[in-house]
């Protein structure tokens, strides 16, 4: 069971606040933008950041503050100052947006680092993300993924940032 009350996603109109299958994201994204590109971003050749661009850009009322997939959470915080974005070294509440240099987390060893949406933290301490990359397949190339704790463990930022959703 998620910590916080799944969306109302039973509509065309897919809701996305609140924790919920990474999959309901996922949609969402791929419903407004097929081809994979959104926000000057694509999964075939921006990979992992295309997701998060594509989440605070248009659903969050946040800048989004570039960077490679390990530089995410720290530019988009010094990006938004003064709105009290907090970094944890694990997630508290969702939405959130990862930045990770930990191989558990999709990561591929490279200075590049990884990003990611979590979109559910469950009482086991795994947590659900929706995560998009060049080379991961699959459709539009982006992925869900169930990580557990020890994947994020060293080496992971987290920032949530369910209070500016628009």
């Known amino acids: 069971m998620a ?14 606040s609140g924790s919920q299958d990474p999959k309901t994201y996922q949609d969402k994204f791929l419903s407004e933008h097929p081809d994979g590109c959104a926000v000057g971003y694509c999964t075939s050749s921006n990979g992992c950041t ?25 530019q988009l915080v010094a990006a938004n100052p003064g709105k009290n974005l907090v970094v944890t070294n694990k997630p508290t509440k969702v939405p959130a947006i990862f930045s990770t240099n930990a191989t558990g987390m999709n990561a591929t060893g490279t200075t590049y680092g990884h990003t990611g949406l979590v979109t559910a933290i ?3 301490g795994t947590i659900q993300t929706l995560e998009a990359g060049a080379g991961m397949g699959g459709k539009m190339h982006t992925q869900t993924f169930t990580h557990k704790a020890s994947d994020y463990a060293t080496a992971t930022e987290f920032v949530y940032i369910g209070d500016y959703l628009k």
């Open 3 to 16: 910590t916080a009350m799944a969306g109302d996603s039973s509509s065309d109109d897919i809701s996305i």
């Open 50 to 74: 295309t997701i998060p661009a594509w989440f605070i850009t248009e659903h969050t009322s946040l800048k989004y503050g570039h960077g490679n997939g390990n530089q995410v959470v720290d």
């Open 122 to 124: 469950n009482e086991d």
